[in-house]
């Protein structure tokens, strides 16, 4: 079963424009939220996490917003760049899991000059 | 460079044919993950290893696949009798025991014709 829904599929944004993508999960059991940048042809690379006892994190242009009892949670973009273009995937983390991650299905993302 | 390493980088294969695919993680990480990503999609978790013990198996790894991790250091991961269906990238992960980061490595992409 899906535990996690992504939107939008894709999004083209201009550059220095802000750039949305949410996440909303079922289960309550989960303790980390990392988001994911993928470039063609490479791996997944840890762009930012949050853990649940917080509603913000920002690290430079990145922003995530977690809100726990809507079961949401977005990574903002502020300043979006030609070189952010990418596939954005969010992630969940089981408590107990075993730091095993289950995948959103994906943001593609195009900023356009 | 000390990130994840996998070999090799993509392989073409007939169906029927046996593959296997070798992951390097991160030398002091004592955690491996494997993980396959089809077109379009988010990773999907297929196990993991703590040291050389394999701790969990999901149900997307059927018989015809088998992980190792003998020494706990590398890990390979071997198809039997390849399908289409099996038709994917395979990424490998390692990280530090417990809610750590994973970091992943390039991955390895089949295609089996």
């Known amino acids: 079963q899906q535990q996690v829904k992504q939107s939008p599929q894709s999004l083209i944004v201009q550059k220095g424009g802000i750039s949305i993508i949410n996440c909303a999960y079922e289960?309550?059991?989960?303790?980390?939220f990392p988001w994911y940048q993928q470039f063609p042809g490479k791996g997944p690379a840890l762009l930012i996490a949050i853990r649940p006892d917080v509603s913000e994190k920002k690290e430079g242009r990145f922003t995530i917003s977690f809100n726990k009892s809507a079961k949401q949670f977005s990574l903002h973009i502020m300043d979006s760049q030609p070189g952010d273009s990418a596939t954005y995937f969010c992630?969940?983390?089981?408590?107990?899991?075993?730091?095993?991650?289950?995948f959103g299905t994906g943001t593609q993302l195009k900023v356009e000059l | 460079d000390t990130g994840v390493s996998q070999d090799p980088r993509h392989k073409i294969t007939k169906r029927g044919q046996n593959v296997t695919f070798r992951c390097d993680p991160i030398?002091?990480?004592?955690?491996l993950y494997w993980y396959r990503q089809t077109l379009g999609q988010g990773p999907e978790f297929l196990t993991y290893?703590?040291?050389?013990?394999?701790?969990?198996k999901s149900r997307l790894l059927s018989d015809r696949f088998s992980a190792e991790r003998p020494k706990g250091s590398f890990s390979t991961l071997e198809i039997q009798r390849t399908e289409q269906g099996d038709s994917a990238m395979y990424l490998c992960?390692?990280?530090?025991?417990?809610?750590?980061?994973?970091?992943f490595g390039p991955g390895t992409r089949l295609t089996v014709t």
């Open positions: 992630a969940l983390r089981l408590t107990g899991g075993g730091n095993k991650l289950t």
């Open positions: 992960a390692s990280s530090l025991e417990g809610p750590h980061e994973q970091y």
């Open positions: 289960n309550t059991a989960f303790d980390y």
């Open positions: 290893f703590q040291n050389e013990a394999q701790l969990e």
């Open positions: 030398s002091e990480h004592n955690r």
